[in-house]
């Protein structure tokens, strides 16, 4: 039995929505789960620009501390990442990952066709002059802009809650004219990444499918659902649709 009822045609175009749900299996914490991140501090506190501009000392601290766990040896890519990876090199349609993460696990996956619509977590942005550069190391007042040299403008280049997300028009684009939508590791809770699979099933043509260890708040929007580990589901998923695509050569 697949876990979509109905296949898209090998050269259609796939659009893959994924939240911090396909990174848990990585060692990442998601953000809604009992032990997630907004458990811990809450989103007001440092995921916002007001936040930002009330204490820059903690929202740096809150991000360099991401940015320290996500670069340590045992974090890398899971079997999730993985499919993914695959599903674009192996697929004749265009595939497209569109992460809400800002982790860079998609990327060392293989992924290549990838929008990071809520940023990126290694790397920064100048308040003074815009540019935006790859940023490992911790970010503080001190820290010089590599391309205009000021100190004190730098931040993480991740869109914060009252952010417009980045890529929208694009990602409008593709949720208009594809043939599959998958939604992975999301809680459906943060818009407007909640609302693309009204917008690929009702604007659009898409097969909408959701893979989640739990039902979401969209679930009921989704054609087929399938709740359990990013890890397990998603490379049935791929070897569903490779079959598929083989079988139609
Ligand atoms: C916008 C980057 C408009 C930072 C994030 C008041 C003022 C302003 C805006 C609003 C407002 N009220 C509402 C809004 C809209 C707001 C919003 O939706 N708020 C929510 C809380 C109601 N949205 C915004 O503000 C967005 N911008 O609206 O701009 C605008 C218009 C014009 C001009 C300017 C602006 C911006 C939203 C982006 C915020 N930044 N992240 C950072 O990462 O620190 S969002 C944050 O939530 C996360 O980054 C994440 O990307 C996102 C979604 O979370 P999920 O990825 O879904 O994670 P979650 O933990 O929730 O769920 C994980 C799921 O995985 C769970 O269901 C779990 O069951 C499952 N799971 C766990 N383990 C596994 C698994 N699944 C599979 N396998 C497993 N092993």
Redesign the pocket.
């Known amino acids: 039995m697949t876990l979509i009822d109905r296949l898209p045609a090998p050269d259609d175009r796939i659009v893959i929505l994924t ?4 990174s ?2 990585s060692g990442l914490d ?4 009992a032990d ?2 907004w458990a811990r501090v809450r ?1 007001e506190d ?2 916002t620009p007001e936040a930002f501009a009330a204490d820059p000392d903690r929202v740096q601290a809150f ?1 360099n501390d ?1 940015r320290r766990m996500l670069r340590e040896a045992d974090i890398r890519p899971n079997a ?1 990442h993985e499919a993914l990876a695959r599903l674009e090199a192996a697929w004749p349609g265009e595939v497209v990952v569109v992460t ?3 982790d860079d696990l998609h990327e060392r996956a293989g992924t290549r066709a990838l929008i990071h619509m ?2 990126e977590l290694l790397k920064a942005r100048c308040m003074a002059c815009d540019a935006i550069n790859v940023h490992i190391d911790d970010l503080g007042a001190r820290t010089p802009c590599p391309a205009c040299t000021a100190t004190g403008a730098l931040r993480p280049h ?8 980045l890529e929208m028009e694009r990602i409008g684009d593709l949720l208009g004219d594809c043939g599959l939508f998958v939604a ?11 609302g693309f699979v009204q917008e690929a099933r009702f604007h659009g043509r898409a097969r909408t499918v959701e ?4 039902p ?1 708040e969209g679930h009921t929007l989704f054609h087929d659902c399938h709740h ?4 397990t589901l998603v490379p049935r998923l791929v070897g569903d649709l490779l079959a598929h695509a083989n079988r139609s050569d």
Do not use: C
């Not at 991740?158 to 997300?165: H, I, K, N, Q, T």
């Not at 999301?186 to 990444?193: D, K």
């Not at 359990?228 to 890890?231: H, I, K, T």
């Open positions: 939240g911090a749900g396909i848990k299996e998601t953000f809604r789960d997630g991140i989103l440092v995921a991000y991401r999730a809400q993460n800002i809520h940023g991740v869109v914060w809650f009252g952010e417009m997300p992975i590791g999301t809680s459906g809770t943060v818009y407007p990444a909640a893979i989640n260890l739990e979401s359990g580990p990013a890890g």
